[in-house]
């Protein structure tokens, strides 16, 4: 995926959901620590340009797949665009964040939320 200053952050949380079944990203004012949430009173609205959250970024493209953790996601949308990203799973009928998790392949992530919706 192509991310630029004329990216929206919806589009990239459209393009990363339609890969991973059950997996959503959500974008932060502030870096979270490893292993810890992101408040949801810092929550970006969605609408919002890349270059609205980062005036500096640079072009570039963005790759992820299935093999990928959380945490490698994660960095890197920080490293290469600036832009603070927390990955989301559904479990059952509720969105947690993967903070316990962030060591685990997207892949993985998404066997659970499988695993979680036979349950319901």
């Known amino acids: 995926m192509k991310i630029n200053k004329e990216t929206v952050l919806e589009e ?5 959901a339609s890969q991973f079944d059950g997996l959503k990203l959500e974008f932060f004012k502030k870096q979270h620590a490893d292993s810890s949430g992101s408040h949801k009173k810092s929550m970006l609205d969605s609408s919002l340009l890349v270059s609205e959250v980062n ?6 493209d963005m790759a992820w797949d299935k093999s990928m953790t959380v ?4 960095q890197l949308l920080e490293s290469r665009f600036g832009l603070h990203a927390q990955v989301f799973r559904l479990t059952g009928r509720v969105w947690i964040e993967t903070t316990t998790t962030d060591s685990y392949t997207l892949e993985k992530q998404m066997n659970k939320s499988a ?4 349950s319901i």
Do not use: H, K, L
């Open 12 to 16: 990239i949380r459209t393009q990363f």
């Open 55 to 60: 005036p500096s970024i640079s072009e570039g």
């Open 71 to 74: 945490s490698e996601i994660e």
């Open 115 to 118: 695993d979680s919706q036979t």
